[in-house]
T-cell receptor, first 113, second 115 residues
């Protein structure tokens, strides 16, 4: 499957724990975007990364959230000390950087109890 | 700054009837426009895109959209819907502004096709 892969698909965390969401972009893509979808809402941009670089993190909450896209391996979205308001679907998308088309993964649904 | 307004949150329509899902955008830079479809508990699938050229864009599953620059609209249409078209549809805009390659999404339109 050459599509965007995300894991886990579902993640349950208790308040105060850490959540790590992984995204492997489509083959040949080196640009990754993270979006968050709250219940009954559209997707909101969080962060845009290229390999080893954060290009735009204007949508990231100032605290507890971080993202990386190392030279090797998947992109990681990390949420420390999760709170109930972090419960949402987190989607990763990738592109080849030459076009504005983005291809989305199936998402990770985070539930904070 | 960019924004997208999807004027209808819910659109019920009978099977085999035509449908139009409305989308208006605002942007201060050149725009690229997209429609995505999301089935329950799944990711987003690209239906169609406008990048440049012809303002009438054809996509998958029989959908098409027309870019209207003067009205800043990008409405999605299908002449005859099927039950399987029931899903959430999102309009999105991207713009060429430096490093700003992220998409801005509308709040979505739930299309429900009734038998």
């Amino acid at each position: 499957n050459a599509g965007v892969m995300q894991n886990p698909r579902h993640l349950v965390r208790r308040r105060g724990q850490e959540a790590r969401l992984r995204c492997s972009p489509m083959k040949g893509h080196s640009h990754v975007y993270w979006y968050r979808q709250l219940p009954e809402e559209g997707l909101k941009f969080m962060v845009y990364l290229q390999k080893e670089n954060i290009i735009d993190e204007s949508g990231m909450p100032k605290e507890r959230f971080s993202a990386e896209f190392p030279k090797e391996g998947p992109s990681i979205l990390r949420i420390q000390q999760v709170v109930r308001g972090d419960s949402a679907a987190y989607f990763c998308a990738s592109s080849n950087g030459l076009s504005y088309e983005q291809y989305f993964g199936p998402g990770t649904r985070l539930t904070v109890t | 700054a960019q924004s997208v307004t999807q004027l209808d949150s819910q659109v019920p329509v009978f099977e085999e009837a035509p449908v139009e899902l409305r989308c208006n955008y605002s942007s201060s830079v050149s725009v690229y426009l997209f429609w995505y479809v999301q089935y329950p508990n799944q990711g987003l699938q690209l239906l169609l895109k406008y990048l440049s050229g012809s303002t009438l864009v054809k996509g998958i599953n029989g959908f098409e959209a027309e870019f209207n620059k003067s009205q800043t609209s990008f409405h999605l249409r299908k002449p005859s819907v099927h039950i399987s078209d029931t899903a959430e549809y999102f309009c999105a805009v991207g713009g060429s502004s430096g490093s700003a390659r992220q998409l801005t999404f509308g709040s979505g339109t739930q299309l429900t096709v009734l038998p």
